[in-house]
Structure formats: C-alpha cells, structure tokens
C-alpha cells in the first residue's frame, strides 16, 4: 500500500485550509519495473524452451545425415547451410534462456584471459586491435560457452555503436578484499541518452534499427548467474564503458580422459514428451546399434523401466506429471546400475545427490554432442 502524509498549509484566514497529500511512489516504479521484467523473463524462458525442442530436430538430424558417405558434395554443402543457422537460432535461444534466468549454467574453474585470448582474432574489426589481456592465468566459475557469449555480445554491441575505436581489456582488481577477474569493454561511439538506460538490460529492447536487443540482456543474465558484477558508464556522444567482474577461484585440474563406448547390445529408454525430439534421438541412438525404447512420460517411463531392464535412461527434464529429476530419484532407488542422461534447454540451479543424472544434454545439441556425452557416461563404467 502507498503510504500518504498529509500536509497541512494555512491560506489566508485561520479557519481556511488547504490540506495536500504527497505521496512516494519510488517504491512503486522500482517494484513495477521488476515485475515486468519477470514477466519478460518467463515470456523468454517459454518461447526459448519451445524453440529449443523444435531446434533439436534440424541441428541433430542434419548433422546425422553430414556424415552419410552417400550423401552428394551439393547436398552436403545444403545440410551444412541448414545446420549452421540452426546454430544461429539456438545463439538466440541461449541469450534468451541467460536473460530469463532459466538457461543452462554448469560452471567450471575457466582462465578467463585463455577465452578472450581465443576469440580476440574473430572479434569486429575495430575491435581487434584494441585487445588487452593482462589477467593472466586466473581462473573464474563460469560456464565457458556463455563467457564467450559474453565477450562478443559487448564486443558487437560496441561496433554497432558507431564506435572507431573499441579498447577491450582485461586485469585483475580487488573487490570485497578478494581477487577479482575484470573485463572493460569501452568505445567511442553514439552512447546513450538517459531515457533509454533504464532499458538497456530489458530483451527486445533496442535503440538500433533492425536489432532484436538481446545482447546486453543476455550479458546482464549471465553475469548474475555467474555470480558477478555488471557496471555500464554511458553518455550520448561521448561513448560507453561497460565493466564485468567475475571472482576468481581455483584453477581448472587437468582434462579426464573420456573413453569411447560402443552402444551395440545396450538397450536405452528415451523419454520425451515432444514426438519430434523422442523420435530424432531414437534414431541417432539406433544408428549406433542401441535397442531402444520410448516413452512419453515419466509415469510411462516408469512402467516401463518395471517392465524390462535398461542400461541407460534419456530424459527430458520438462514434462507433464513428473519432472526429469524426479525420474532420476525413481531410477536410483530401484535400478542404481542404470545410468540417467537428463535433456533441456533449461535445468535447476541445484539438486539433491538422488535427483543428479549422469550426464546433461543441453537443449538443442547436435549428433556428436550426443555420442559425446553418452561416451562420457558410459565410459565410467
């Protein structure tokens, strides 16, 4: 409720007044303002999440059919067109998916200085000679993938800015009396006028022409995830500065060796209740000699685990009546030598020891994003 004081002011005779009632509606915008962008953050997550299932139908068939010897050099060069803007549709979907808070976060100690390092030569023009890296090897909590979503988001946004000169720096400062990693990010561009920064953060928000406006959105989303800070200094005319600042931790141990693992003999149980991802992963399953079954539910999946052993459950996270995670409990309380590999565009922050799978596919994933992970899993036995 809004609080009103009254205010009283004597006008004239002693008996006539005039009595004003002012109001603080502060509160009220700030709480508007973040009610809205919640409300655009599960719009986001929603259309992301439904896009992610179609986009895993095109990414994983066509790269499946690449890799058919059969196939002509002018259809091959089609099916890698398809697959490559399928790649630039999922691009949308992550940004989406950071935005709305819902996207796929499985942080690694990373060096962040080893992924501005990596990217620095595919960075705008005017931006790659303006590249700085002088962290060295200190490692933050992020997921590699979105730190580099990152980096290009602000690169981009800084050359769509007019800017002629982009100066992209990395270092180390202390914050909170901890090691921090700081990325700065600062061009000479158009800037932007008070009115528009409340909104730079908002999706589909832009001062460009023809611009979706998830770049910033998407940085703004990640960086939370990440644990970080976000600092944007901007004037029209003069420029914008952004600045992100991720904690450092401990350095990345050395990479595990991933065992190859063959599927022929193994009989795996794939539950979605999208027919088009259940029927996409069956196939890629079945061309590496898999037996497998499907189901369109957990409850469906359960009767079917009673029914018959499996050596390996795929399963959607989202679904109807029961979660992917719960399945998972499920499988471990009565099959525990069953392996459980988890899809979704989108997954919870934290989970219990009985609800954790074996493996993630994060939504959509291409054929040897597949073979990968399964390899993964089932090479721990």
């Known amino acids: ?42 719009l986001a997550g929603g259309i992301a999440h439904d896009f992610n299932n179609l986009l895993v139908g095109v990414l ?25 803007a399928a790649r630039r549709m999922a691009q949308l979907t992550r940004q989406l998916m950071a935005y709305s808070g819902r996207g796929r976060i499985a942080t690694t100690p990373v060096i962040a200085d080893e992924v501005l390092s990596e990217l620095a030569p595919h960075l705008p023009p005017v931006a790659v000679d303006g590249v700085t890296i002088g962290a060295g090897r200190v490692a933050v909590a992020a997921d590699p993938v979105l730190l580099r979503q990152v980096v290009v988001n602000l690169a981009n946004n800084a050359a769509e800015a007019g800017s002629s000169q982009i100066e992209v720096t990395s270092r180390c400062i202390t914050r909170d009396d901890q090691p921090w ?13 008070d009115a528009a920064r409340g909104h730079v953060f908002e999706p589909f928000f832009s001062t460009k022409s023809g ?53 022929a003999g193994l009989r795996i149980l794939v539950v ?9 992963v069956r196939r890629l399953l079945e061309r590496r000699g898999a037996t497998v079954v499907v189901a369109i539910d957990g409850s469906d999946a359960t009767a079917r685990l009673e029914a018959e052993p499996f050596q390996l459950v795929v399963s959607d996270v989202s679904m109807p009546g029961m979660t992917g995670y719960q399945l998972v409990a499920i499988v471990r309380a009565s099959w525990p030598d069953t392996k459980v590999v988890l899809m979704s565009g989108y997954t919870e922050p934290t989970v219990g020891d009985s609800e954790a ?14 073979d990968a ?9």
Do not use: Y
């Open 1 to 42: 409720m809004l609080a009103a004081r009254p205010i009283q002011l004597v006008l004239g005779m002693a008996d006539e007044l005039v009595q004003v009632f002012a109001i603080d509606l502060t509160e009220h915008a700030n709480r508007a303002a973040r009610d809205r962008l919640e409300g655009l953050g599960r």
């Open 60 to 84: 994983a068939e066509s790269s499946a059919l690449r890799e058919e010897a059969t196939l002509a050099p002018g259809a091959r060069e089609s099916v890698q067109r398809i697959e490559i």
């Open 181 to 193: 990693w700081e990325l700065e990010v600062s061009d000479d561009g158009c800037g932007i006028d």
């Open 211 to 263: 611009h979706h406006g998830l770049g910033l959105s998407a940085v703004h989303g990640i960086v939370e995830r990440f644990g970080g800070a976000l600092e944007l200094e901007t004037r029209p005319t003069r420029g914008t500065r952004v600045r992100v600042q991720l904690p450092v931790v401990a350095p990345p141990p050395a990479p595990a060796v991933v065992l190859k693992t063959r599927l």
């Open 272 to 280: 979605d209740d999208d027919p088009l991802v259940r029927n996409t």
């Open 357 to 370: 799978p074996d493996g993630f596919l994060e939504k959509p994933f291409t054929a040897p994003v597949l």
């Open 373 to 381: 992970t399964l390899d993964e899993v089932l090479g721990r036995r």
